[in-house]
């Protein structure tokens, strides 16, 4: 089974191309101080080392923005303006230099408002909109039309705003429908790609606690990959932000749409498992997640049940046993080790297979 | 938006119905060692503190037999006899008072032991069998003839083996086809459920570590069950079976299929949330876990954009601020606390709706 992606134009923001044939972009957004230059930078390059494409950092006031300002000639990936409320603010940040700006349709301030931002944005060259429709902050009129945030709300004010953009002839825009609700935002992001070509951005919002918030964004962002929906993708954790990034690539891995670094899968154990697997899984995990090229799958069996099989499939494989175990290559089997020399033996093969 | 759940029939492990209508069941499985009484009898134990209404354990011997034997007398839910390689060990294990037995037809030694084992089955009472196919232990003549476990194969195997179990007149199976790839699982499982009125068991097995199991068992049994699909869950991780029952807990719940106990919602954080959101959230999560009746949405909130909108929509709310917060109740603001107040004010009102 290989997911057919429904098609969207593509845009750019920066350097950046979201939408069409091109892979599905990791994002996320920074959590420290936005006042604090050096907090934010060092949060960005975490946010880089550990796969993020695109970084959207708040912009609440004019102390951010000059923050911000000097960010953007520090970091070599785009970085988006996260604007709330103030309308100037998101033409300043269009200013200091932001490859996108995110506008929350809800609380900018209006239609004319907008208008104004997306003057400025017909003039800039590749900076990107996200129209960013959050139940949380849906427009009055719509809340009072529908009473509550629900699906057709969301969609109703994406398509509003698109048309306005539209009509002001700029076209470089993505949308986003977020809630905190999984059955609300796949229903949303159903109903606006049967209506758009614009690329979609997808995320839920206010996920929960780390565990909530992984099982959450894996739900509603992995099943709408799978139908095909999505170009971009943001997983928001009540967490550090690099475990975002740690998240959204495994959503992406899962689903074969990520086909960079080292893929671990091993068995859950049970009662005939007769060595540590759990560590020797975390170990080799650890040792590379930073490996980000070519793509391998490497399998940590702990018994002979279905060790050989599955192992049979991955790249590299290993069916333990008590005190040793057997070392598969592409469905083979190579020999016998002992239980010390796993690490060893797999990173040695996992290195000579990539590429750093 | 509300799942419409595909129509099976209802099956009996012991006392714990499957299929139809049922709320759809979480189990786990133990890894303790199976011939250590106490461990495992300890380990069922957190499992139905955690919530999980079916527990599995493996019968590899003789002695993890006789252990299971007093464990049957022990426990107060069903407990279901994991057999591989020896159909003897299934019969014993419905002799010693097994609930359910999972039989792997790809390693039981052909389709004359699992004529015996049904024979078996029908003259007990209540006693349900699984028919897990795993793509690590597939037939070797259907491997043969599909060259690789593709999801095609798993049916056949599941289906061979129900149709021997329906014309031995032995109706109260469930099928799993279960692989470590999450597309594969999702394909499987939507071709069965066109092919059989049998309640479907699903997991994704050797799901990784942690990380990888927690997001490919989301997506796999999160998606899946969006479609209808699925009566019983079991989410297999590298890490304590306790856990595989929370996040079986947190998908059923991010699709409102558990209407148990206490939902915590929060939001990311930006740089605009200026108190300890995440430590509060975590508190409050401890706090509740234990708590399984009646359901509440408590929403704890970083600041003002989404803050009031969305906890205006959770039972209690708290959108937080410098040094104080808004409390919210079904969407009315009931008063302004300070930080510190925070947990307890919003235990003293979980409490107040919550039955122990």
Redesign the interface.
């Known amino acids: 089974?290989?997911?057919i992606r429904r098609p969207t134009r593509v845009i750019y923001v920066g350097n950046v191309p979201v939408g069409g044939n091109n892979p599905i972009v990791i994002q996320s957004?920074?959590?420290?101080?936005?006042?604090n230059f050096k907090a934010i930078l060092e949060e960005i390059n975490n946010l880089i080392d550990a796969g993020c494409e695109l970084v959207r950092?708040?912009i609440?006031d004019s102390k951010?923005l000059e923050v911000f300002h000097s960010l953007v000639r520090e970091v070599e990936i785009p970085l988006i303006a996260?604007i709330?409320f103030n309308w100037k603010l998101a033409i300043a940040a269009i200013e200091a230099g932001a490859s996108g700006i995110r506008i929350?349709p809800g609380?900018i301030g209006g239609i004319n408002k907008f208008r104004e931002i997306l003057k400025n944005l017909t003039q800039a060259k590749q900076v990107a909109l996200r129209i960013g429709i959050?139940?949380?902050?849906?427009e009055k009129e719509l809340l009072l039309k529908y009473k509550?945030?629900q699906?057709k709300a969301l969609v109703e004010s994406a398509i509003l705003y698109s048309n306005i953009a539209e009509e002001a002839g700029f076209l470089n825009y993505k949308i986003s429908l977020k809630s905190?609700d999984?059955?609300?935002t796949?229903?949303a992001y159903r109903m606006i790609s049967a209506l758009t070509s614009a690329p979609l951005h997808l995320g839920i919002?206010?996920?929960?606690?780390e565990?909530?918030?992984?099982?959450?964004s894996?739900?509603?962002i992995?099943?709408l990959l799978?139908e095909g929906i999505g170009d971009t993708i943001r997983v928001?954790?009540?967490?550090p932000s690099k475990e975002?990034v740690?998240?959204a690539k495994?959503?992406l891995?899962?689903?074969?749409l990520y086909n960079k670094g080292v893929?671990?899968?091993?068995?859950?154990?049970?009662?005939?498992?007769e060595y540590d697997?759990?560590s020797i899984?975390?170990k080799i995990?650890e040792l590379t997640s930073n490996i980000n090229t070519p793509y391998l799958k490497v399998?940590i069996?702990g018994c002979v049940?279905?060790?050989?099989?599955?192992?049979s499939?991955a790249d590299i494989g290993v069916a333990g046993g008590k005190g040793k175990g057997v070392l598969f290559k592409k469905g083979k089997i190579i020999r016998t080790i002992t239980t010390e020399e796993i690490i060893p033996v797999i990173m040695e093969e996992i290195n000579r297979h990539s590429v750093k």
Chains 1, 2 share one sequence.
């Open positions: 089974m290989k997911i957004m920074t959590k420290a101080n936005p006042s950092v708040a609440p951010s996260d709330h929350n609380n959050n139940a949380g902050s849906l509550h945030p699906a905190s999984v059955l609300t796949i229903k919002t206010e996920a929960g606690s565990l909530s918030g992984i099982v959450k894996s739900i509603g992995g099943s799978l928001s954790l009540s967490a975002e740690s998240v495994e959503i891995r899962s689903l074969h893929e671990v899968i091993s068995c859950p154990t049970c009662g005939r498992c697997l759990f899984v975390k995990k399998a069996m049940v279905n060790g050989p099989g599955e192992a499939e």
